[in-house]
């Protein structure tokens, strides 16, 4: 899936999932002064992870009951705090859906420490007039993965988490064996290997990365990594080209399917994605995790979610209190927004030594998909076309970023 693909989607996700509100389930706690009820919206695969944490949160907030609704489709939620993209924020405002302003909590509550936060993360989250509108609650950053049985079978070394451009390189070359299928690295068809690319380089396909307001493809750290990028095919036989690819592994899906296969050696994915985490199957193979390769700087591009509080809920002060529950805890995807949760050794032992490890590498160097870029990230498409045409050994890296250049309505 492309990153402009999964925005759309991030953003879209609240009035696509699921057919209609359903209470699901419901914590009872027992008799208090002031019981209050709030309603917090999730997915029927979230359930169970978010009844689990209903108890420990009832220890300190026995009057507060949570209560879980579903995503309704082509709707907003009916709900009184629910997860959402910093990019839905548009559409909230188009369907006249209210969200409170959270400054209040957030200035006089101390226990809360906002200090324990990137400020870069609720950036994604204030409007222009300063109104906060959403806590950060995850970040979902690119990794690389690699299947340690096939590397085991060819004898080559594993990636390293400070490995660089060469190693990536001479991993690829060590597994590269066309005549049995096998690949050490097979290009994304979404073309985020070459974002990275090109970022990793130096380089930039906009102006400013935050708020971006032209596209730079011509920018000559940006032809450089292109170029590299192009040499990995057709001169250091380190990676597979496309037709390479889909006579492999078949014309549409041919990275997923090879991976299952376990012909694959190593591949860009959320960290999230896991073990197969967020597929219909988990991988079959013993696997490794790395941060992606570094160039002359590292960098790696992710997303973050929030948690919001309706206008219309009765009961503001008890969503604050599971919205900073929440944060606190490790999340089912994604990782942890806040800095000492991510150091944990709680977080260490929930997804492993090298998952935290990695993701603590990552998000130093993590490139935030921001809102104010909605409208120019449109031309990534150009950019997709440019890096085919490179993988299509027709025309160069320099030919083909000018030609992107020139397209391009933000130039």
């Not at 696997?287 to 390769?293: A, F, K, Q, S, T």
């Not at 219309?312 to 900073?324: L, M, Q, R, V, Y």
């Not at 709680?346 to 590498?361: H, K, L, S």
Request: hydrophobic share 40%.
């Amino acid at each position: 899936m492309s990153w402009l693909t999964t925005i759309r989607r991030m953003a879209l996700i609240l009035i696509t999932v699921g057919l209609s509100i359903v209470h699901t389930g419901c914590v009872q706690v027992g008799p208090t002064a002031e019981p209050v009820t709030i309603a917090f919206a999730c997915s029927q695969e979230e359930e169970e992870y978010y009844t689990a944490l209903l108890e420990t949160f009832n220890k300190e907030h026995r009057h507060i009951t949570v209560e879980f609704v579903r995503f309704p489709q082509f709707r907003w939620p009916e709900a009184d705090v629910f997860e959402i993209s910093p990019f839905a924020r548009r559409f909230m405002d188009q369907n006249e859906v209210g969200v409170l302003d959270l400054r209040p909590y957030l200035e006089h509550d101390d226990a809360f420490a906002k200090e324990d936060f990137d400020p870069k993360l609720f950036d994604m989250f204030t409007n222009e007039d300063g109104e906060v509108w959403a806590v950060p609650y995850t970040i979902e950053v690119n990794v690389m993965y690699y299947n340690r049985d096939l590397f085991d079978e060819y004898a080559a070394a594993y990636p390293q988490t400070d490995w660089t451009w060469d190693d990536f390189m001479r991993a690829g070359q060590a597994l590269y064996d066309p005549y049995n299928g096998v690949f050490g690295y097979v290009p994304d068809p979404d073309h985020n290997d070459a974002l990275a690319l090109v970022y990793q380089n130096g380089g930039r396909i906009f102006d400013d990365w935050a708020t971006p307001t032209r596209t730079t493809f011509d920018d000559l750290a940006t032809i450089e990594a292109m170029d590299w990028y192009a040499k990995l095919m057709f001169e250091y036989e380190a990676m597979a080209t496309p037709p390479q690819a889909r006579e492999a592994f078949g014309i549409t899906g041919y990275v997923r399917t090879g991976v299952k296969q376990g012909r694959i050696g190593m591949w860009p994915a959320g960290i999230s994605d896991r073990g197969g985490r967020t597929e219909d199957e988990r991988w079959s193979f013993e696997w490794g995790i790395v941060p992606l390769p570094r160039g002359k700087e590292p960098a790696a591009f992710a997303f973050t979610s929030g948690l919001v509080v309706s206008s219309e809920t009765e009961n503001p002060d008890a969503c604050w209190k599971w919205i900073d529950f929440m944060t606190r805890q490790v999340p089912l995807y994604g990782m942890p927004v806040r800095k000492s949760l991510l150091e944990s050794k709680t977080f260490e032992d929930e997804v492993g030594q090298d998952v935290a490890a990695v993701a603590r590498a990552s998000v130093e160097h993590a490139l935030l998909f921001s809102p104010a870029g909605w409208d120019i990230y449109g031309t990534f498409q150009i950019f997709g076309e440019a890096v085919e045409k490179i993988a299509s050994g027709r025309v160069s890296a320099q030919e083909a970023m000018e030609w992107a250049q020139a397209t391009s309505q933000y130039k």
